[in-house]
């Protein structure tokens, strides 16, 4: 599958980051949480007014926007590559 | 001896200092430091104290939490860390430590929550941890109060000892290991002559966030170009750019730590409970009027029976006691003055102040519990999406909504927003929420004036107070607090029990804050206007307020209000009076106009409906009342910031009430 950005994944699916853009704080806060590529983040759910997301990933859930959302790329994982445990970070 | 305590939010930072120091704390002033943070002596060693510094999750120049701690490490040189880590989310907590190891501080790891770790069928290899990453790991249970005695002691003998780090490399064998050590090798000299941990500058130099560090280093142009140039080859052969590339370093870093030494449970119960709750907390169509109940729920057991109940006793208190006093100083024969100035100054003072306590020990209580469960972290995420427009977060939500009940409280809540910048406009914002000292005002003159609009009115002022708050937010958007806000990336913590202790301390917390720093100038507030209102120009007792200092004074800046539609003494007297409590306007302008037929009478014929409208929109604008801007000025950290405020509300509330009167104008006689 082609690479999405974050903000594009569904609820429920689960995603490698392939790249993060952005600048600035922003970037230097997305790098800090974890959110580098080849880590895998799942897509929790959206919030009742339809932005920010939860997403989980090494363990822990966070919530961003979906316009800084739109600055993380990733790939999509398959119904299968959900299936196996991840090995860095899990998106449990 | 001084520790600092760091560690991430969420990861029981407070819980741990309030278990290491017990009631031992104090609000600690350091040189340069904006953002308060509190200090206390360890229980049982005297001359050791622990510095507890703001929960963050990187060190870097963005936000002042983070630069406080900078500035504290590398200035004040504490003789030890202690990094309090989150068991249960290692990784992404570890990242903050690697980056304290490089400021070479003798440190200690406490490893938090170990027992939800343990219960959940996890492991953690405490030896193998702190041999990987070369200082001691202490593994604790802040909330259970466990290994609390253990992590004093290791401490304590770590920093005796000055044992520093024994690891300090990060990186394995490739372009980001030549690159940084090519940095280590051209600033040697030059960190050593700024007094700065070596690899910490040549993080910041690759970084490149941090322009304070940089230039203390002092490098010539050669130099800088050097360093720019091993950057750049770093980023070509690696990849990725130099940030990414650092965060990729230290994660690869912690996730080599953690192989083998940390052994996950298949599933936390923490996170299935958690994740079952929001199914309702954070649901589609529940989130947000739950929210709402929560919130109205707190409003009436706070301000119609908890708070209620306290303030009504304490006031029965007072009351009794000031009248046992007058019948004593009666019968005793004390001049009248001297009566008054007990009875009318010194009791109804301390009345005053006392009589917001009960409502924000109750309205705290609720808060922490708030705050503590988890459930804050919610709240930001279902409404951040209605804040946004204003240039805030959905954290900002909640002071804000507070200010309808009370103001004092609201400001006082703002302490647990994570951005300064939002702290601060989110102070500045909250006095236009209409607090609920105001609402005698707009039922007196509703029923004097607009009997068949009342609810209409009062409905009318509240969202004419919101619009005017918005239109103020996106003023400041555009001038003070223009630029880039905070970026809004949450962590959303599992939801936890909230522990009593740490409850129990906040509540203690604020109470004795209100009381020692608000008491004074409320205080003095109470017994100026008593003695404004008590004497005349010539200091001759009055016999009755109409000749009184205060009615001169009042007399003297009425004008100011007579484009207004209401030049008259008596309202500008009932409006100085308004500064002390906002309840007094309505009982001022009675005793001031001893019209028959009471206040409502005096008012439909001082007052037009015009002039009316025009005033009510001047009572909801203009100044918070004295314990409100006494509550700005602390949590500000200046007094001068909160004059201004004062004159900024009543230039905002003297404009829309002219542009209001001369539109109602257009309508009405």
Redesign the interface.
């Known amino acids: 599958m082609d690479d999405l950005t974050l903000d594009k994944l569904s609820a429920g699916s689960v995603g490698v980051i392939t790249a ?1 853009g952005g600048e ?11 959110l ?4 895998k983040v799942k897509v929790v ?8 997301v ?1 997403i989980r990933l ?8 979906l316009a ?1 959302a739109a600055l993380i790329k990733v790939r999509p994982l398959n119904g299968d590559g959900e299936e196996k445990e991840p090995v ?3 998106a ?1 | 001896m001084t520790f600092a305590l760091v560690g991430n939010q969420n990861s029981g930072k407070t819980t741990l200092f309030n278990q290491l120091t017990g009631a031992n704390q104090h609000v600690g002033n350091f040189p340069g430091v904006t953002v308060e943070s509190k200090s206390g002596f360890v229980r049982g060693y005297k001359d050791v104290e622990v510095v507890d510094l703001p929960g963050i ?2 060190i ?1 120049a ?2 002042s939490e983070e630069t406080v701690t900078r500035d504290f490490i590398l200035n004040n040189k504490p003789d030890g860390i202690i990094n309090i880590v989150d068991a ?2 290692i ?2 907590n570890l ?1 903050l430590t690697l980056q304290l190891i490089e400021l070479r501080i003798p440190m200690v790891l406490a490893l938090n929550m170990m027992d939800e770790v343990r219960s959940n069928g996890g492991t953690i290899d405490i030896e193998m941890m702190s041999e990987r990453l070369g200082i001691p790991v202490v593994p604790i249970s802040a909330a259970k109060n466990e290994g609390i005695d253990e992590l004093i002691r290791v401490a304590y003998e770590t920093a005796s000892k000055r044992e520093l780090p024994k690891i300090y490399d990060f990186c394995s064998p490739g372009p980001i290991h030549r690159c940084i050590h090519a940095i280590c090798h051209v600033i040697e000299d030059h960190a050593q002559d700024a007094d700065l941990p070596l690899r910490f500058a040549t993080s910041k130099l690759i ?1 490149g ?1 941090d322009d304070k560090i940089i230039s203390r280093l002092n490098l010539d142009k050669n130099e800088l170009e050097l360093i720019d140039h091993s950057i750049v080859e770093m980023e070509k052969e690696h990849g ?1 750019d130099c ?2 590339a650092l ?2 370093m230290r ?1 690869s870093f912690i ?1 080599s730590v953690c192989d083998g030494a940390v052994v ?1 449970a298949r ?2 119960k923490e ?1 299935l409970r ?1 994740a079952k709750i ?1 199914l309702v907390l ?4 529940a ?2 009027p739950i929210f709402f109940g929560v919130m109205l729920l707190i409003f009436y057991l706070t301000f119609n029976v908890i708070g209620k109940f306290l303030q009504d006793l304490l006031q029965s208190g007072i009351d009794s006691l000031s009248s046992v006093t007058e019948t004593a100083l009666t019968s005793f024969g004390t001049n009248e003055i001297a009566k008054s100035l007990v009875i009318d100054g010194l009791f109804a003072g301390v009345g005053s102040v006392l009589s917001f306590l009960p409502i924000i020990v109750v309205l705290f209580f609720f808060l922490s519990i708030l705050e503590d469960t988890g459930y804050m ?1 919610r709240i ?3 409404m ?3 804040l ?1 427009k204003i240039g805030l977060s959905g954290r900002s939500i909640v002071p804000m909504l507070i200010g309808f009940g009370c103001t004092v409280p609201a400001v006082m809540a703002t302490r647990t927003l994570s951005s300064e910048r939002d702290r601060k406009m989110t102070i500045l914002l909250t006095p236009y929420m209409s607090c609920s000292a105001k609402i005698p005002i707009y039922a007196v003159f509703s029923a004097a004036l607009f009997p068949k609009y009342a609810a209409l009115v009062m409905i009318g002022l509240y969202i004419f107070g919101i619009l005017v708050g918005i239109l103020i937010a996106l003023l400041m958007n555009h001038s003070m607090y223009r630029g ?1 806000p ?8 599992n939801y936890r029990f909230p522990s009593p202790k740490t409850v129990a301390m906040l509540l203690w917390d604020k109470a004795k804050d209100f009381i020692t720093k608000a008491f004074t100038i409320i205080f003095f507030a109470t017994l100026a206007i008593w003695f404004f209102s008590t004497f005349d120009i010539r200091l001759n007792p009055v016999e009755s307020q109409s000749s009184s200092i205060l009615a001169s004074i009042g007399a003297f800046i009425a004008p100011i209000f007579a484009p207004l539609g209401f030049g008259s003494w008596q309202v500008s007297t009932s409006l100085i009076t308004g500064f002390i409590a906002k309840e007094s306007v309505i009982s001022t302008l009675g005793i001031l106009t001893s019209a028959p037929g009471g206040v409502v009478n005096a008012i439909s014929q001082m007052f037009t409906p015009r002039s009316g409208l025009s005033f009510l929109i001047f009572t909801l604008l203009y100044t918070p009342c004295v314990a409100a801007v006494s509550a700005i000025c602390r949590e500000l950290h200046s007094k001068l910031k909160g004059i201004g405020v004062v004159v900024f509300q009543c230039v905002t509330a003297w404009i829309f009430a002219f542009i209001v009167y001369q539109i109602a104008g257009l309508f009405m006689v």
């Open positions: 993060v600035g704080a922003l970037r230097c806060r997305l790098l800090d949480m974890g580098i590529p080849r880590t759910k959206t919030a009742p007014m339809g932005d920010p939860e090494r363990d822990y859930a966070l919530t961003i926007r800084d860095g970070g899990a449990t | 999750y990187s870097r963005y936000s249960t989310n990784e992404r990242y970084e966030d990725l940030n990414a965060a990729d994660y996730e996950k599933e936390s996170h958690s929001d954070t649901n589609k169509y989130a947000i972290a930001a995420f279902v951040d999406k209605s946004r880039n905070i970026p809004f990336v949450m962590e959303l913590p």
